[in-house]
Nanobody, 119 residues
Framework: QVQLVESGGGLVQPGGSLRLSCAAS????????MAWYRQFPGKQRELIAH???????NYDDSVKGRFTISRDDAKNMVYLQMNSLKPEDTGVYYC?????????????WGQGTQVTVSS
């Protein structure tokens, strides 16, 4: 079994920063792509950042230059550093990891963490 646990969300003022963390545990052989998604009320989840190797990353235009995804493969963790936050960044953030576990390669989701940007 694999579990993902997210942390780091909360309330922040516009212009502020937050760092989201996602820890994977269980019978993990290898983690491939690590990604962060965001979901607004009534909308589908949207991919905002992903990295396959940790050396390069891709970002949605809405977060490019403000958010940074990073990974620590030794700890089975992925992070999302969010700077210069805007009210329109408010939403639920989910990590998604592509994991090889017990011979099966599957996508796993974190439980989601609320980020609210408001003064």
């Amino acid at each position: 079994q694999v579990q993902l646990v997210e942390s780091g969300g909360g309330l922040v003022q516009p212009g502020g920063s937050l760092r989201l963390s996602c820890a994977a545990s269980g019978s993990i052989f290898k983690i491939y792509t690590m990604a962060w998604y965001r979901q607004f009320p009534g909308k589908q989840r949207e991919l905002i950042a992903h990295t396959s190797t940790g050396l390069t990353a891709n970002y949605d235009d809405s977060v490019k230059g403000r958010f940074t995804i990073s990974r620590d493969d030794a700890k089975n963790m992925v992070y999302l550093q969010m700077n210069s936050l805007k009210p329109e960044d408010t939403g639920v953030y989910y990590c998604n990891l592509d994991i090889l576990s017990l011979g099966a390669r599957l996508n796993y989701w974190g439980q989601g963490t609320q980020v609210t940007v408001s003064s």
